[in-house]
């Protein structure tokens, strides 16, 4: 092994949550998971990383969607995710979200919160948003009032919509309406909004929920290159505030926003790097190449 590899090796031993918090690792587990309360918002990143998926499989009918994944997201970073069709990016999201359970393999959400013994909700609920691709907005309720549902996590209570908001709720929407740049369409229906500015909508329904960790697959797919700046633009400014993951084909798109790209390939980390060192990397070349 090349020193600078196992220097590598060493430093990722030291950086596993497990190693680091040995000792209190029987007294951790009691406290959170299935039907315990979880504090929303509250992730304990004492060590800078937000997110630890460490040797994750997922087999489907014997095929391993995700194999032996090993990956780290620091809080506060933009990662941008790339990898050919089938690599594992959907189903590493479903993984960290809850949706999907690792058949081994660990994922924890800051030093504490076992992903893989919490609710989908209660993942949710501690601060993972997700944002599919197709935008999932309510077509008929305007701009302002999709803002206001989305604060409302208990979806019973939606019959009270508009009744009274607080002056702080008022604020926080106007704040989220000008980071995603819908402020001169603050009364317009959801549904005559372009295919662009229901994305940043539907965005910006998750950021009412106050995410620590935001996860976007394949943000800018059918958006005009105009849409696509402003995408940009709009997730870079997330970044520092929020930890964003996102997992995009185009490349233009990855180049403009990247620092750093995580390649998969069949179900593991293939590259890791600035965009000029994955596009480098030989074995990322015939990856792609080969597709
Ligand atoms: N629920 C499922 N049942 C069976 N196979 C699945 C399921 N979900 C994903 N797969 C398979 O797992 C592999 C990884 O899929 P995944 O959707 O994670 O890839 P991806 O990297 O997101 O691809 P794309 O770039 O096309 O979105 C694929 O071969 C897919 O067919
Ligand atoms: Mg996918």
């Given at each position: 092994?090349?020193?600078?590899?196992?220097?590598?090796?060493?430093?990722r031993?030291?950086?596993?949550?497990d190693?680091?918090?040995?000792?209190?690792a029987?007294?951790?587990?009691?406290?959170?998971?299935l039907?315990?309360?979880?504090?929303?918002?509250?992730?304990?990143?004492?060590?800078?990383t937000?997110?630890?998926?460490?040797?994750?499989?997922?087999?489907?009918d014997g095929?391993?969607?995700l194999n032996?994944?090993t990956?780290?997201?620091?809080?506060?970073?933009?990662r941008?995710?790339?990898?050919?069709?089938?690599?594992?990016?959907?189903?590493?999201?479903d993984?960290?979200?809850?949706?999907?359970?690792?058949?081994?393999g660990?994922a924890?959400?800051g030093?504490?919160?076992?992903?893989?013994?919490?609710?989908?909700?209660d993942?949710?609920?501690?601060?993972?948003?997700?944002?599919?691709?197709?935008?999932?907005?309510f077509?008929?309720h305007?701009?302002?009032?999709?803002?206001?549902?989305?604060?409302?996590?208990d979806?019973?209570?939606?019959?009270?919509?508009?009744?009274?908001?607080?002056?702080?709720?008022?604020?926080?929407?106007?704040?989220v309406?000008?980071?995603?740049?819908?402020?001169?369409?603050?009364?317009?229906?959801?549904a005559l909004l372009?295919?662009?500015?229901k994305?940043?909508?539907?965005i910006?329904?998750?950021?009412m929920q106050?995410?620590?960790?935001?996860?976007?697959?394949?943000?800018?797919?059918?958006?005009?290159?105009?849409?696509?700046?402003?995408?940009?633009?709009?997730?870079?400014?997330?970044?520092g505030?929020?930890?964003?993951?996102?997992?995009e084909?185009?490349?233009?798109?990855?180049?403009?926003?990247?620092?750093k790209?995580?390649?998969?390939?069949?179900g593991?980390?293939?590259?890791?790097?600035?965009?000029?060192?994955?596009?480098?990397n030989?074995?990322?070349?015939?990856?792609?190449?080969?597709?």
């Amino acid at each position: 092994m090349k020193p600078l590899d196992h220097a590598l090796q060493n430093l990722r031993q030291t950086m596993r949550r497990d190693r680091v918090f040995d000792f209190v690792a029987e007294h951790r587990f009691p406290f959170q998971g299935l039907g315990h309360t979880v504090v929303p918002g509250v992730v304990d990143i004492s060590h800078g990383t937000i997110l630890y998926l460490e040797n994750i499989s997922v087999s489907f009918d014997g095929f391993k969607a995700l194999n032996d994944l090993t990956l780290y997201i620091d809080a506060g970073e933009l990662r941008c995710i790339i990898g050919p069709n089938g690599a594992g990016k959907t189903t590493m999201m479903d993984v960290i979200t809850g949706k999907t359970r690792p058949d081994t393999g660990s994922a924890f959400f800051g030093q504490t919160m076992d992903l893989s013994r919490m609710s989908e909700t209660d993942i949710a609920t501690a601060g993972i948003g997700r944002k599919f691709q197709k935008p999932t907005v309510f077509p008929f309720h305007s701009v302002f009032e999709n803002l206001e549902l989305a604060m409302q996590a208990d979806r019973r209570v939606w019959p009270s919509l508009a009744a009274h908001i607080t002056a702080a709720q008022r604020l926080k929407i106007d704040e989220v309406l000008e980071t995603i740049g819908l402020q001169m369409h603050v009364r317009e229906r959801a549904a005559l909004l372009s295919h662009g500015q229901k994305q940043w909508l539907e965005i910006g329904m998750l950021l009412m929920q106050d995410p620590r960790l935001l996860l976007v697959d394949e943000p800018v797919a059918g958006m005009t290159h105009q849409e696509m700046d402003q995408t940009a633009q709009l997730l870079t400014d997330l970044a520092g505030k929020h930890s964003v993951v996102v997992v995009e084909h185009d490349m233009d798109f990855v180049r403009s926003i990247a620092r750093k790209v995580t390649v998969l390939h069949e179900g593991s980390v293939l590259a890791e790097g600035t965009m000029d060192e994955v596009q480098n990397n030989q074995q990322v070349i015939e990856v792609y190449l080969g597709e």
